[in-house]
């Protein structure tokens, strides 16, 4: 059974993550996309971005416990990534018929969130 501290860990991390979540997504930048998920797409690029960043920090830069590593990467981004509401999204996308616009946003989504991976280990390396 993991540790109490483990699990507070990752509780702590995901109670953040979701409040950094929820704060964009109230942001006024919807009022800009009526027709586009921007506050999720926002997110998943960010996170995709972050846990690149965090993953080679936290295996190949310094050494850090268990606990901060179960903080950041599954209880923070965990919580602050959205990926069932991003197919969610699509569903409602293609619901609505708007075809072009669920087809950009998977390929947008994947693609820089991607980048943001790539990005993310690049700069991560050169500390």
Known sequence: ME??????AVALGGAFGATARYLI?????????EKF???TFIVNITGSFLIGIFFILFTEKFTVGETLKLFILVGFLGAFTTFSTFELEIWQLMKDKAYINALLYILLSVLIGFIGIISGI??????
């Open 3 to 8: 540790s109490v501290t483990k699990i507070l």
């Open 25 to 33: 997504s109230i942001s006024p930048l919807h009022d800009f996309f």
């Open 37 to 39: 998920p921007f506050h």
């Open 122 to 127: 690049w700069i991560a390396k050169k500390f």
